[in-house]
């Protein structure tokens, strides 16, 4: 049995306590962007789940966005599905609010609970892969599963 980080560890067992069994990967390069992810699994661009975190610009509550790797967040158009404006914070809350740095963020197993969006084209993917708490780590899951595990709710991030 292959040994992963600590980190990754979390985002495993976090993962099995929601109902969603993984297999964590350690890739040989980093897995920071979605290009290198994808690259580094033989997937398109497009497979490749983008944790992003946003922050409310009243409440200071943090959203996460699972977002396609092809995709870019409008984020006025979130904001109105959202109900909040939102800000993109610096790295230090990215950390305090999800236990992991910004290239490794995972889509469950934070330090905090959040409201988590799902892009809905991943949803038009038969497999999606994401980060499992750190840059070099990934996991591969069907995209529904994820959305279940993470109560995810699925809008459109583009607009």
């Not at 200071?60 to 404006?85: C, F, M, T, W």
Request: with cysteine.
């Amino acid at each position: 049995m292959t040994v992963i980080p600590a980190s990754a560890e979390l985002v495993r067992n976090a993962a099995e306590a929601a109902g969603l069994s993984i297999h964590v990967v350690e890739v040989p390069g980093t897995a920071r962007t979605a290009q290198e992810a994808a690259d580094s699994v033989g997937s398109t661009v497009g497979q490749i789940v983008k944790s992003l975190v946003f922050r409310g610009r009243d409440s200071a509550k943090p959203y996460l966005l699972l977002v396609s790797g092809d995709n870019r967040v409008n984020e006025k158009a979130v904001a109105r599905d959202i109900g909040e404006a939102l800000e993109r914070p610096d790295a230090a809350y990215v950390r305090e609010v999800t236990g992991f740095a910004i290239g490794g963020i995972p889509p469950l197993g934070h330090a905090q609970p959040m409201a988590i969006y799902m892009d809905e084209d991943l949803l038009a993917k038969d497999e999606i892969w994401a980060a499992a708490g750190t840059p070099r780590c990934v996991f591969a899951t069907n995209p529904q599963a994820l959305r279940e595990a993470t109560g995810a709710t699925v809008i459109c991030v583009k607009g």
